[in-house]
């Protein structure tokens, strides 16, 4: 089957790509643009680890067919930070240890500041619920919080 | 691996045409959270998607003195979002919040859920019980169909070849009502309903209910409305008495089965227990609308 053109905007970027109509963002991204920051975990929208945002909406990308992306505007972690220097949320989740294999973390991250975007100064009972789709198997969660917390104090400005 | 073949129609007679046409197994995509995942778990050889969100109304609300008109694919998100929708049909409102995480929020719609016709959808009670209607548009013209006639069995409904749902449509209620909906899970989120219950009550002057509906999920093969437990409503000041015959008329007409997430005996019991505490809340709510 010939395969579809895309035309889409990922992290400000205007990007095309080829894909099949069967194939997910996440195929796209991770396959086709090289884009490997987004993970794959259960593929089935549980666990998270393909959070992107979608016209600013918080999606997993396992859920999105990747001829969905057409005029869309995707936000990934590869655009939050910079090779020079880190995303505040990046700095806090090294600062409180809130990693260990990794594998949850760009997801976690996309989440984070999509909830800090809509709410900069949640609670922590809000915090836990809006990051309740994203699912860490090492660090119990504890860790992660603090980061979270502690980079919405500093990016409302109060540190 | 499925093939899919993809199409976005921009007009709801295209999106007819390519279901009623189709010469292999067609769905329509909305969020695409459980068909997506349905997809990857058949057999199929191909599948037509017909994505129904670039066509004018379906991912759009409105809300006036006549009720709701709600564009069955907008998404959760969005819908969850929507104050005015919120002041007038909270239950309902709460229902779709309840529906997977914040990801699955960003995409799932109320009428995807409807349609995807689950025992445990949450949004169908608040639905019922707010006197939803769905409008399904089809080769032959449109029709009407009440939210507690849609739903036909385990994951089927009303629809045929070649029809879609277009709009939802809710009335606005009535003055001093308001709706409540409550589910069971083991866990504080993204789980599915072990048993819902919504409850929409309307309270006179004196406190005293004046009409009721109630309706529940998970504890039958489709979402049920239950007259009897809302008689039970009627006339009563929502006492105790009265909130218990309510739980007694929902446990009575649940039909719940026994699997991993809970007992029948336990579903049967804790649906009763729902009725009551979101007759409850819609109480207090109707008294201050």
Partial sequence: MAKTHVSTSINGEATE??????????????NDLQMTGTKEGCGSGDCGACSVTFN???????LVLGVEAQGAEIGTIEGIGDNDKLHVIQEKFLEHAALQCGIC???L???????????????ETEARYYLAGNLCRCTGYDKIIRAVMDSAEVMRGGA | MVSVVYEAPDSIEGAINLLANAEIPANVLAGGTDLIIQTNGSSDESRLF????????????????????LGPSMSCSEFTAREDISRVFPGLVESAYLIGSTQVQGRASVGGNLCNSSPAADTIPALIVNGAQCIIAGPGGERSVAV?????????????????????????????TS?????????????????????????????????ARVSICAVAPTPLLVADAAAALVGSTLDDASLQAAADAASAASSPITDRRGTAEYRRHVVGVLVKRAAKIAAERAKGN
């Fill in chain 2, 50 to 69: 017909v994505d129904v969100k670039k066509i004018a109304g379906m991912t759009d609300a409105t809300i006036d003195s006549e009720g709701l008109e």
């Fill in chain 1, 17 to 30: 790509f080829l894909c099949e109509p069967g194939d997910t963002l996440l195929d796209v991204l991770r």
């Fill in chain 1, 105 to 107: 973390t760009p997801g």
């Fill in chain 1, 109 to 123: 991250i996309v989440s984070t500041k999509a909830l800090l975007e809509k709410n900069p100064d949640p609670t």
């Fill in chain 2, 148 to 176: 507690e006639d849609f739903v036909t069995g385990v994951g089927s409904n009303c629809m045929e070849k070649g029809e879609l749902l277009k709009q939802i449509k809710v009335p606005a209620p009535a003055p001093n």
């Fill in chain 2, 179 to 211: 709706d409540a909906y409550l589910r069971f899970i083991p866990r504080s989120e993204m789980d599915i309903a072990v048993a819902g219950a919504g409850v929409s009550v309307t309270l006179d002057g004196t406190g005293t209910c004046v009409a």
């Fill in chain 1, 56 to 62: 600013g909406a918080l999606v997993c990308s396992c």
